[in-house]
Protein backbone atom coordinates (compact mmCIF):
# COMPACT_ATOMS: atom_id res chain seq x y z
CA UNK A 1 0.00 0.00 0.00
CA UNK A 2 2.63 2.11 0.90
CA UNK A 3 3.62 2.58 -2.67
CA UNK A 4 -0.08 3.75 -3.67
CA UNK A 5 0.37 6.49 -0.90
CA UNK A 6 3.48 7.49 -2.48
CA UNK A 7 1.76 7.55 -6.01
CA UNK A 8 -1.50 9.79 -4.98
CA UNK A 9 1.18 11.92 -2.66
CA UNK A 10 3.20 12.49 -6.02
CA UNK A 11 -0.32 13.60 -7.85
CA UNK A 12 -1.48 15.78 -4.81
CA UNK A 13 1.95 17.66 -5.12
CA UNK A 14 1.41 18.60 -8.54
CA UNK A 15 -2.16 20.40 -7.81
CA UNK A 16 -1.37 23.91 -6.14
CA UNK A 17 -2.85 24.06 -2.78
CA UNK A 18 -1.25 27.24 -0.90
CA UNK A 19 -3.16 27.99 2.23
CA UNK A 20 -6.66 29.29 0.92
CA UNK A 21 -6.34 28.61 -2.77
CA UNK A 22 -7.43 24.76 -2.32
CA UNK A 23 -10.25 24.90 -5.33
CA UNK A 24 -8.21 22.75 -7.77
CA UNK A 25 -7.17 20.52 -4.87
CA UNK A 26 -10.92 19.96 -4.30
CA UNK A 27 -11.75 19.48 -7.26
CA UNK A 28 -9.21 16.28 -8.14
CA UNK A 29 -10.37 14.83 -4.60
CA UNK A 30 -13.79 14.72 -6.19
CA UNK A 31 -12.79 13.46 -9.27
CA UNK A 32 -10.94 10.57 -7.31
CA UNK A 33 -14.35 10.27 -5.21
CA UNK A 34 -16.14 10.01 -8.42
CA UNK A 35 -13.98 7.68 -9.67
CA UNK A 36 -14.91 5.45 -7.15
CA UNK A 37 -18.27 5.73 -6.25
CA UNK A 38 -17.91 7.70 -3.33
CA UNK A 39 -20.50 10.45 -2.05
CA UNK A 40 -19.40 13.68 -1.09
CA UNK A 41 -20.43 17.09 0.07
CA UNK A 42 -18.94 20.53 0.81
CA UNK A 43 -20.15 22.77 4.21
CA UNK A 44 -20.28 26.48 4.07
CA UNK A 45 -16.06 26.54 5.31
CA UNK A 46 -15.58 24.83 2.13
CA UNK A 47 -14.43 21.57 3.98
CA UNK A 48 -14.81 18.41 1.59
CA UNK A 49 -16.62 15.29 3.13
CA UNK A 50 -16.58 11.83 1.28
CA UNK A 51 -18.26 8.98 2.82
CA UNK A 52 -16.67 5.58 2.17
CA UNK A 53 -18.75 2.12 1.90
CA UNK A 54 -22.45 1.81 3.47
CA UNK A 55 -21.48 -0.21 6.71
CA UNK A 56 -22.94 0.94 9.85
CA UNK A 57 -20.06 0.88 11.75
CA UNK A 58 -17.88 3.94 10.81
CA UNK A 59 -14.68 5.43 11.74
CA UNK A 60 -14.01 8.79 10.45
CA UNK A 61 -10.40 10.41 9.11
CA UNK A 62 -9.49 13.78 8.95
CA UNK A 63 -6.46 16.05 6.94
CA UNK A 64 -6.43 19.08 5.92
CA UNK A 65 -5.22 20.08 2.55
CA UNK A 66 -3.65 23.46 2.32
CA UNK A 67 0.34 23.39 2.56
CA UNK A 68 3.13 26.29 3.81
CA UNK A 69 4.34 27.50 0.36
CA UNK A 70 7.99 28.40 1.21
CA UNK A 71 10.82 28.52 -1.17
CA UNK A 72 14.54 29.28 -0.83
CA UNK A 73 15.30 33.02 -2.30
CA UNK A 74 17.71 31.48 -5.27
CA UNK A 75 14.63 28.91 -6.28
CA UNK A 76 12.45 29.71 -9.21
CA UNK A 77 8.85 28.35 -8.13
CA UNK A 78 5.10 29.74 -8.54
CA UNK A 79 3.47 28.01 -5.87
CA UNK A 80 -0.08 29.33 -7.78
CA UNK A 81 0.74 26.95 -10.84
CA UNK A 82 4.34 24.77 -10.40
CA UNK A 83 3.81 21.24 -9.36
CA UNK A 84 6.60 20.45 -6.28
CA UNK A 85 9.66 19.07 -7.64
CA UNK A 86 10.01 16.13 -5.60
CA UNK A 87 13.04 14.04 -4.58
CA UNK A 88 13.02 10.17 -3.58
CA UNK A 89 16.71 9.42 -2.01
CA UNK A 90 16.31 5.69 -0.37
CA UNK A 91 14.01 6.37 2.60
CA UNK A 92 13.29 9.69 2.20
CA UNK A 93 11.14 11.81 0.08
CA UNK A 94 12.06 15.82 -0.25
CA UNK A 95 11.42 19.09 -2.34
CA UNK A 96 13.95 20.90 -4.57
CA UNK A 97 14.16 24.02 -2.63
CA UNK A 98 10.69 24.55 -1.42
CA UNK A 99 8.77 23.01 1.36
CA UNK A 100 7.47 19.39 0.46
CA UNK A 101 3.66 19.51 1.68
CA UNK A 102 4.18 16.31 3.67
CA UNK A 103 2.18 18.31 6.08
CA UNK A 104 -0.64 17.38 5.37
CA UNK A 105 -0.61 16.04 2.20
CA UNK A 106 0.91 12.75 2.84
CA UNK A 107 -2.28 11.97 5.47
CA UNK A 108 -4.25 12.82 2.38
CA UNK A 109 -2.64 10.54 0.36
CA UNK A 110 -2.76 7.94 3.29
CA UNK A 111 -6.22 8.57 3.85
CA UNK A 112 -7.47 8.04 0.00
CA UNK A 113 -5.72 4.89 0.33
CA UNK A 114 -7.30 3.19 3.27
CA UNK A 115 -10.77 4.46 1.36
CA UNK A 116 -9.24 1.71 -0.99
CA UNK A 117 -7.87 -0.98 1.11
CA UNK A 118 -10.45 -3.93 0.62
CA UNK A 119 -10.10 -5.01 3.52
CA UNK A 120 -11.76 -2.07 5.27
CA UNK A 121 -14.55 -1.72 3.03
CA UNK A 122 -15.08 -5.35 3.94
CA UNK A 123 -15.87 -4.46 7.58
CA UNK A 124 -16.06 -0.99 8.21
CA UNK A 125 -17.31 2.35 6.67
CA UNK A 126 -15.41 6.05 6.13
CA UNK A 127 -15.83 9.08 7.00
CA UNK A 128 -13.28 10.94 5.39
CA UNK A 129 -13.17 14.90 6.23
CA UNK A 130 -10.93 17.28 4.68
CA UNK A 131 -10.38 20.33 5.85
CA UNK A 132 -8.85 23.77 4.39
CA UNK A 133 -6.56 26.47 5.14
CA UNK A 134 -5.29 25.12 8.78
CA UNK A 135 -2.17 26.53 7.87
CA UNK A 136 -3.23 29.91 8.04
CA UNK A 137 -5.52 30.06 11.48
CA UNK A 138 -7.40 26.70 11.02
CA UNK A 139 -9.81 28.44 9.64
CA UNK A 140 -11.47 25.31 7.91
CA UNK A 141 -11.95 23.55 11.14
CA UNK A 142 -13.42 26.83 12.74
CA UNK A 143 -15.79 27.24 9.61
CA UNK A 144 -16.99 23.86 10.05
CA UNK A 145 -20.63 22.15 10.02
CA UNK A 146 -22.14 20.19 12.48
CA UNK A 147 -24.14 17.08 11.52
CA UNK A 148 -22.12 15.71 8.38
CA UNK A 149 -19.76 12.96 10.63
CA UNK A 150 -21.96 10.00 12.49
CA UNK A 151 -18.80 8.25 13.72
CA UNK A 152 -18.35 8.11 17.19
CA UNK A 153 -13.87 7.98 16.71
CA UNK A 154 -12.30 9.83 14.51
CA UNK A 155 -8.05 9.59 13.57
CA UNK A 156 -6.25 12.74 12.73
CA UNK A 157 -3.46 12.03 10.76
CA UNK A 158 -1.33 15.82 11.02
CA UNK A 159 1.26 14.52 13.57
CA UNK A 160 4.89 13.96 12.93
CA UNK A 161 6.12 11.18 14.89
CA UNK A 162 5.18 7.65 14.31
CA UNK A 163 6.07 6.62 17.85
CA UNK A 164 3.50 9.26 19.23
CA UNK A 165 -0.05 9.14 19.49
CA UNK A 166 -1.38 13.36 20.26
CA UNK A 167 -4.04 13.57 22.63
CA UNK A 168 -4.04 17.04 22.97
CA UNK A 169 -2.64 20.43 21.91
CA UNK A 170 -2.16 23.82 23.13
CA UNK A 171 -4.81 26.73 21.52
CA UNK A 172 -3.58 29.88 19.84
CA UNK A 173 -4.49 33.64 18.34
CA UNK A 174 -2.77 35.62 16.22
CA UNK A 175 -1.86 39.34 17.34
CA UNK A 176 -1.70 42.18 14.81
CA UNK A 177 -0.04 45.85 15.69
CA UNK A 178 0.30 48.45 13.14
CA UNK A 179 1.32 52.17 12.90
CA UNK A 180 1.38 55.14 10.41
CA UNK A 181 4.81 56.56 10.44
CA UNK A 182 6.05 60.01 8.58
CA UNK A 183 8.35 59.18 5.99
CA UNK A 184 10.55 62.15 5.34
CA UNK A 185 13.36 63.36 2.60
CA UNK A 186 16.78 62.72 4.72
CA UNK A 187 19.64 64.62 5.27
CA UNK A 188 22.39 62.49 6.22
CA UNK A 189 24.98 61.35 3.88
CA UNK A 190 24.62 57.21 2.75
CA UNK A 191 21.48 54.66 2.66
CA UNK A 192 21.98 51.11 3.13
CA UNK A 193 20.24 48.22 2.81
CA UNK A 194 21.03 44.97 5.21
CA UNK A 195 19.56 41.63 4.32
CA UNK A 196 19.50 38.45 6.73
CA UNK A 197 19.13 35.16 5.11
CA UNK A 198 19.79 31.44 5.29
CA UNK A 199 18.38 30.81 8.96
CA UNK A 200 16.79 27.06 9.99
CA UNK A 201 13.33 28.85 10.75
CA UNK A 202 10.54 25.91 10.99
CA UNK A 203 7.76 25.41 12.84
CA UNK A 204 6.85 28.19 15.38
CA UNK A 205 5.11 25.17 17.40
CA UNK A 206 6.97 22.00 17.27
CA UNK A 207 10.58 23.59 16.89
CA UNK A 208 9.38 27.03 18.87
CA UNK A 209 12.11 25.36 21.96
CA UNK A 210 14.80 24.58 19.70
CA UNK A 211 16.44 27.51 20.01
CA UNK A 212 16.10 28.90 16.24
CA UNK A 213 16.94 32.17 15.31
CA UNK A 214 14.35 34.49 13.92
CA UNK A 215 15.49 37.09 11.23
CA UNK A 216 13.52 40.19 12.88
CA UNK A 217 14.59 39.71 16.01
CA UNK A 218 17.84 39.83 14.73
CA UNK A 219 17.45 42.67 12.54
CA UNK A 220 16.60 44.59 15.46
CA UNK A 221 19.33 43.68 17.14
CA UNK A 222 22.00 44.71 14.50
CA UNK A 223 20.01 48.07 13.96
CA UNK A 224 20.11 48.66 17.70
CA UNK A 225 24.01 47.84 17.20
CA UNK A 226 24.87 50.28 14.32
CA UNK A 227 23.02 52.70 16.55
CA UNK A 228 22.30 56.32 14.82
CA UNK A 229 20.31 55.56 11.46
CA UNK A 230 17.18 57.00 9.90
CA UNK A 231 14.59 54.03 8.97
CA UNK A 232 13.60 53.64 5.53
CA UNK A 233 12.18 49.94 5.05
CA UNK A 234 11.85 47.05 7.25
CA UNK A 235 10.18 43.90 6.27
CA UNK A 236 10.47 40.58 7.45
CA UNK A 237 8.75 37.09 7.85
CA UNK A 238 6.23 35.14 5.73
CA UNK A 239 3.08 33.79 8.14
CA UNK A 240 2.45 33.50 11.67
CA UNK A 241 3.48 29.86 11.84
CA UNK A 242 6.65 29.85 11.01
CA UNK A 243 9.90 30.94 12.36
CA UNK A 244 11.25 34.16 10.25
CA UNK A 245 13.89 32.76 8.02
CA UNK A 246 15.17 36.02 6.50
CA UNK A 247 14.52 39.80 6.55
CA UNK A 248 15.61 43.22 4.97
CA UNK A 249 15.82 46.79 6.03
CA UNK A 250 16.84 50.01 4.31
CA UNK A 251 18.30 52.83 6.37
CA UNK A 252 19.86 55.82 6.14
CA UNK A 253 23.27 56.90 8.10
CA UNK A 254 26.48 58.90 8.44
CA UNK A 255 28.48 56.03 8.93
CA UNK A 256 30.79 54.78 6.31
CA UNK A 257 30.14 51.37 4.21
CA UNK A 258 33.36 50.11 6.01
CA UNK A 259 32.32 50.99 9.38
CA UNK A 260 28.89 49.27 8.67
CA UNK A 261 30.19 46.21 7.29
CA UNK A 262 32.75 45.38 10.20
CA UNK A 263 29.57 45.80 12.74
CA UNK A 264 27.87 43.22 9.81
CA UNK A 265 30.69 40.94 9.70
CA UNK A 266 30.76 40.70 14.15
CA UNK A 267 27.50 40.16 13.86
CA UNK A 268 27.31 37.30 11.50
CA UNK A 269 30.32 35.73 13.15
CA UNK A 270 28.76 36.19 16.59
CA UNK A 271 25.82 34.08 15.70
CA UNK A 272 27.05 31.43 13.32
CA UNK A 273 28.07 28.88 15.73
CA UNK A 274 24.42 28.85 16.04
CA UNK A 275 23.10 28.68 12.85
CA UNK A 276 25.85 28.46 10.64
CA UNK A 277 24.25 29.17 7.11
CA UNK A 278 23.78 32.51 8.58
CA UNK A 279 24.51 35.67 6.35
CA UNK A 280 24.19 39.34 7.03
CA UNK A 281 24.76 40.90 3.55
CA UNK A 282 25.42 45.24 3.34
CA UNK A 283 24.78 46.85 0.48
CA UNK A 284 24.31 50.53 -0.60
CA UNK A 285 21.89 52.72 -2.77
CA UNK A 286 23.09 55.23 -4.41
CA UNK A 287 20.17 57.57 -3.54
CA UNK A 288 18.98 58.31 -0.48
CA UNK A 289 15.14 57.69 0.12
CA UNK A 290 12.58 59.22 2.66
CA UNK A 291 13.04 57.74 6.07
CA UNK A 292 11.80 58.33 9.79
CA UNK A 293 13.34 60.85 11.48
CA UNK A 294 16.00 59.07 14.43
CA UNK A 295 13.37 59.38 17.06
CA UNK A 296 11.00 56.98 15.51
CA UNK A 297 14.14 54.86 14.01
CA UNK A 298 15.05 54.07 17.82
CA UNK A 299 11.25 53.40 18.64
CA UNK A 300 10.75 51.27 16.21
CA UNK A 301 13.66 49.25 17.05
CA UNK A 302 13.15 49.28 21.00
CA UNK A 303 9.51 47.84 19.67
CA UNK A 304 11.23 44.68 17.94
CA UNK A 305 13.61 44.73 21.03
CA UNK A 306 10.52 44.38 23.59
CA UNK A 307 8.18 41.64 21.21
CA UNK A 308 8.16 38.63 22.87
CA UNK A 309 9.58 35.54 20.70
CA UNK A 310 10.59 32.01 21.95
CA UNK A 311 9.13 29.74 24.90
CA UNK A 312 7.34 32.34 27.22
CA UNK A 313 6.71 29.48 30.12
CA UNK A 314 7.52 25.82 30.61
CA UNK A 315 5.84 22.55 33.44
CA UNK A 316 7.41 19.66 33.97
CA UNK A 317 9.57 19.99 30.72
CA UNK A 318 6.57 20.76 28.35
CA UNK A 319 6.36 23.86 27.08
CA UNK A 320 3.21 25.71 27.70
CA UNK A 321 3.40 29.06 26.42
CA UNK A 322 4.81 30.91 23.37
CA UNK A 323 5.18 33.23 20.78
CA UNK A 324 6.40 33.83 17.55
CA UNK A 325 7.25 37.23 16.24
CA UNK A 326 6.09 36.17 12.76
CA UNK A 327 5.96 38.99 10.32
CA UNK A 328 7.22 42.65 10.11
CA UNK A 329 6.11 44.77 6.60
CA UNK A 330 6.60 48.34 5.79
CA UNK A 331 3.12 49.06 3.52
CA UNK A 332 2.63 53.10 2.71
CA UNK A 333 3.58 54.25 5.32
CA UNK A 334 2.68 51.80 8.00
CA UNK A 335 5.11 49.55 10.15
CA UNK A 336 3.05 46.55 10.74
CA UNK A 337 3.82 43.49 12.98
CA UNK A 338 2.21 39.92 13.29
CA UNK A 339 2.93 37.51 16.05
CA UNK A 340 1.12 34.17 17.04
CA UNK A 341 0.67 32.95 20.38
CA UNK A 342 0.13 29.87 21.36
CA UNK A 343 -0.55 28.10 25.17
CA UNK A 344 -2.91 24.74 26.60
CA UNK A 345 -3.48 27.13 29.35
CA UNK A 346 -6.41 29.98 28.31
CA UNK A 347 -5.07 31.98 31.40
CA UNK A 348 -1.82 32.68 30.78
CA UNK A 349 -2.71 32.60 26.83
CA UNK A 350 -4.98 36.17 27.93
CA UNK A 351 -1.97 37.25 29.75
CA UNK A 352 0.56 37.38 26.85
CA UNK A 353 -2.05 38.48 25.07
CA UNK A 354 -2.52 41.77 27.58
CA UNK A 355 1.43 41.86 27.45
CA UNK A 356 1.89 42.24 23.76
CA UNK A 357 -1.24 44.39 23.80
CA UNK A 358 0.60 46.57 26.38
CA UNK A 359 3.61 46.76 24.64
CA UNK A 360 1.96 47.93 21.45
CA UNK A 361 -0.06 50.56 22.96
CA UNK A 362 3.79 51.89 24.76
CA UNK A 363 4.69 52.60 21.25
CA UNK A 364 0.93 54.00 20.24
CA UNK A 365 0.33 51.02 18.05
CA UNK A 366 -3.16 50.08 16.89
CA UNK A 367 -3.91 46.17 17.54
CA UNK A 368 -6.28 43.75 17.40
CA UNK A 369 -6.10 39.89 17.46
CA UNK A 370 -7.62 36.91 15.50
CA UNK A 371 -8.11 33.63 14.46
CA UNK A 372 -8.15 32.31 18.18
CA UNK A 373 -9.09 28.73 18.62
CA UNK A 374 -8.89 26.45 21.66
CA UNK A 375 -6.60 24.06 23.48
CA UNK A 376 -7.62 20.57 22.51
CA UNK A 377 -7.96 18.79 26.16
CA UNK A 378 -6.32 15.43 26.69
CA UNK A 379 -9.03 12.65 27.86
CA UNK A 380 -6.74 9.63 29.02
CA UNK A 381 -9.60 7.46 29.43
CA UNK A 382 -10.19 7.36 26.03
CA UNK A 383 -11.30 4.21 24.23
CA UNK A 384 -9.74 4.77 20.85
CA UNK A 385 -6.47 5.63 22.47
CA UNK A 386 -6.74 2.11 24.53
CA UNK A 387 -7.16 0.42 21.50
CA UNK A 388 -4.67 2.72 19.14
CA UNK A 389 -1.72 1.97 22.50
CA UNK A 390 -2.45 -2.24 22.63
CA UNK A 391 -1.73 -2.27 18.67
CA UNK A 392 1.18 -0.34 18.76
CA UNK A 393 2.28 -2.21 21.59
CA UNK A 394 1.95 -5.79 20.22
CA UNK A 395 4.18 -4.77 16.92
CA UNK A 396 6.90 -2.01 18.15
CA UNK A 397 8.31 -0.71 21.53
CA UNK A 398 8.67 3.09 23.26
CA UNK A 399 5.11 4.43 22.18
CA UNK A 400 4.84 8.26 23.90
CA UNK A 401 1.29 9.52 24.49
CA UNK A 402 2.01 13.63 24.03
CA UNK A 403 0.06 16.96 24.52
CA UNK A 404 2.11 18.92 21.74
CA UNK A 405 2.52 22.67 21.83
CA UNK A 406 1.48 22.87 18.21
CA UNK A 407 -2.56 23.61 16.95
CA UNK A 408 -4.32 20.73 15.69
CA UNK A 409 -7.69 21.20 14.36
CA UNK A 410 -9.06 17.96 16.56
CA UNK A 411 -9.81 20.88 19.05
CA UNK A 412 -12.30 22.66 17.38
CA UNK A 413 -13.84 19.46 15.60
CA UNK A 414 -14.48 18.59 19.25
CA UNK A 415 -16.19 21.42 19.80
CA UNK A 416 -18.72 20.99 17.03
CA UNK A 417 -18.97 17.29 17.94
CA UNK A 418 -18.10 16.90 21.57
CA UNK A 419 -18.75 12.75 21.33
CA UNK A 420 -16.42 11.89 18.90
CA UNK A 421 -13.31 10.23 20.38
CA UNK A 422 -9.80 11.95 18.66
CA UNK A 423 -6.56 10.88 18.73
CA UNK A 424 -3.98 11.73 16.11
CA UNK A 425 -1.40 9.88 14.39
CA UNK A 426 1.46 10.64 11.58
CA UNK A 427 4.96 9.43 9.68
CA UNK A 428 8.22 11.09 10.61
CA UNK A 429 8.03 14.47 8.57
CA UNK A 430 11.42 16.55 9.77
CA UNK A 431 11.42 20.07 9.76
CA UNK A 432 7.69 20.99 8.49
CA UNK A 433 7.28 24.56 7.05
CA UNK A 434 10.52 25.16 6.01
CA UNK A 435 12.52 24.05 2.68
CA UNK A 436 14.22 21.18 4.95
CA UNK A 437 10.74 19.41 4.90
CA UNK A 438 10.91 15.34 4.23
CA UNK A 439 8.95 12.68 5.36
CA UNK A 440 10.10 8.95 5.77
CA UNK A 441 8.64 6.17 3.23
CA UNK A 442 9.16 3.52 5.82
CA UNK A 443 7.15 5.64 8.22
CA UNK A 444 4.49 6.21 6.08
CA UNK A 445 4.38 2.25 5.51
CA UNK A 446 4.32 1.70 9.52
CA UNK A 447 1.46 4.42 10.10
CA UNK A 448 -0.68 2.90 7.15
CA UNK A 449 -0.57 -0.39 8.87
CA UNK A 450 -1.17 0.96 12.60
CA UNK A 451 -4.14 2.95 11.65
CA UNK A 452 -5.50 0.12 9.52
CA UNK A 453 -5.36 -2.09 12.25
CA UNK A 454 -7.24 0.33 14.27
CA UNK A 455 -9.87 0.92 11.92
CA UNK A 456 -10.87 -3.00 12.04
CA UNK A 457 -10.41 -3.49 15.81
CA UNK A 458 -13.18 -0.26 15.93
CA UNK A 459 -16.65 -0.92 17.43
Known sequence: MTENIVKYFKEISGVPR?????????????????????????????????????????????SHLDMVCEKSPEVNHDFTKDPINIIIDGDIIKANGTTLG???????????????????????GLELLFTVDEETGLNGANNLESGLLSSKYMI???SEDDDEIIIGCAGGRDLYGDKKYNFLKSQVAYSYQIEITGLFGGHSGVDIDKNRLNAIK????????????????????TRHNVIPTGAISVFNSNLSYD????????????????????NVALSKNENLVNSLNKYDSKELISLIQELPYGVMERQENHVVLSSNLA??????????????????DKELKEKLNEKISSIFKKFNYSFFSDNDYPAWQ????SKLLGIAKQIYDNNYSDLKVKIIHAGLECGIIKEKYPEIDVISIGPNIKFPHSVNENVSISSINKVYRWCKEIILSLS
Not at 24 to 47: C, H, M, S, V
Not at 218 to 237: K, Q, R, V
Not at 378 to 381: C, K, L, R, T
Request: aromatic share 8%; with cysteine; proline share 2%.
Open 378 to 381: PDFN
Open 102 to 124: ADNGIGVAMMMTLAEDKDILKNK
Open 327 to 344: KVTTDGGIIKFLLSIRSS
Open 259 to 278: EIEKICKEFEEKYKNIESKL
Open 218 to 237: LMGEILNFIGDIEISLINGG
Open 18 to 62: CSKNEGKIIQYLKGWAEKNNFPFTEDRGNNLFVYVGDNAEKVALQ
Open 156 to 158: NLD
